[in-house]
Every structure is written in C-alpha cells, then in structure tokens.
C-alpha cells in the first residue's frame, strides 16, 4: 500500500523537526515542501555538517538558519541573505537530486560566511590572490572579480569572492558531481581546495586527476602571456 497524504505529511513534519533540532535550519511553511524534498534537505545538510566536524559545529557556526521556498522564478535557483536565511525559487533543481543538493549547500556556505562576517570568502581571495578590477555593476559587489590560484579554462568565473567561497565548499562536499557537470565541470584548483580543507574538519585529498586541468599534463603552471 503507497503512502497516503496523511502519511507525506507525517515525514514532512518529522524531517523538519530533526533540521530544527541537529542543524538549526528552520523550514518555513513546510506544508509546501514534499517529504522527498525535505529528506534531500536534510541529507545536503547532513552531508556539508560531516565535513565540517558535525553539527554541534555546524549549528554553532551557522546559527539558526531560516528556510524559505516561492513559486517565484527569478534567474537564480536559491539565494541566501543576513535575516532572511536561504529561499529556493521555482528554478531550483527539485528533481534533480544531486544538483538540489549541491545548491543547497552552496547557499548554506554563503549563511556561514555571512555568519563569520565575511572572514571565510575573504581568505579564500587573500589564499588565492583573487583581485577586484574595474567598475561593473552587479550586487553586492560593483566591481569585476579576477579570480587568482589558476582557475578551470573555459569556464565562467564568479560574480565574486562570495560565490567563489560558496562554489569551492559546494565543490569539497561533492566532488563527483562536480566533475560530472557538462559541458565544463566545476573543478576548483588546488589553492581553492586547500583553503576549504582548512576550514573543514574533515581533510579530504585534492583529486589528482584535477591537476592537469589546472597545470597541464607536466603538473606546471602555465606561463602568462
């Protein structure tokens, strides 16, 4: 026999209870989630919580973390913000698994840098030697972010050192589905992946198989022009 309404419901109440109470993410009008949804939910923060060294860590460095999801379709699929913590919108990856848990986890690395001021996506562009250029209106940001540390050919470049932190965590919690994404992967270079090692308690070995898309084939930088 299927699981009935009643029954969808149940897990859905139970799953965001266990958020509230291990992780400090507080999901807002969660009749609107399915229980499936919710239990990816919990996974991407269960998943991000073990690197970081559990989620004591985690609810100490993140906080109390709102969770909000709309009907609205905006270009973004989430967005997180001080206050108002992470809102999925319509574009978000709801039956794609793999994808909706790394948004989810990309956003909750932005609430941990809003959460340490800033400090964590201000090291990455220190560790990386990543440069604000010339004028180029975008938010919060208004200037032309040059990433540092060698980064993969061909693929676009963050807005700026937020989502450059934001992309790397997302990248260090799920490496494989990193390296699956077509048509460029989002493989970060060893710099980035370092300074996200540091900051996890969980160290895990840069792929070695990345290093050529990086270094070439001889594992040596190449030369400016």
């Not at 009935?4 to 993410?25: E, I, K």
């Not at 919580?49 to 004591?56: I, K, L, V």
């Not at 560790?127 to 604000?132: K, L």
């Not at 540091?198 to 001889?218: A, C, K, R, T």
Request: with cysteine; proline share 8%; glycine share 8%.
């Amino acid at each position: 026999m299927g699981h009935s309404v009643a029954d969808d419901a149940a897990q859905v109440r139970a799953t965001v209870a266990g958020l509230a109470r291990d992780y400090g993410l507080r999901v807002f009008k969660a009749q609107t989630w399915t229980a499936e949804e919710t239990r990816h939910l919990h996974e991407a923060a269960e998943e991000l919580s073990s690197m970081m060294g559990g989620s004591e860590r985690f609810r100490r460095e993140l906080r109390w973390v709102p969770i909000w999801r709309t009907q609205r379709r905006t270009p973004m699929a989430a967005m997180a913000a001080p206050l108002l913590g992470v809102v999925f919108f319509a574009g978000a990856s709801w039956h794609d698994v793999a994808e909706f848990k790394w948004q989810t986890v990309h956003e909750l690395a932005h609430v941990w840098d809003i959460c340490s001021f800033y400090r964590l996506s201000t090291g990455l562009k220190r560790a990386t030697g990543s440069i604000y250029g010339r004028f180029r209106w975008q938010s919060p940001i208004p200037f032309e972010y040059k990433p540092g540390g060698q980064w993969l050919g061909g693929r676009r470049p963050p807005l700026n050192a937020l989502e450059d932190w934001a992309d790397s965590v997302a990248t260090y919690v799920y490496p494989s589905h990193a390296e699956s994404c077509r048509p460029i992967p989002r493989l970060i270079s060893p710099a980035r992946w370092n300074y996200v090692r540091e900051q996890m308690q969980v160290h895990l070995p840069y792929p070695s198989e990345w290093i050529p898309q990086f270094y070439g084939p001889d594992g040596v930088a190449p030369t400016p022009e």
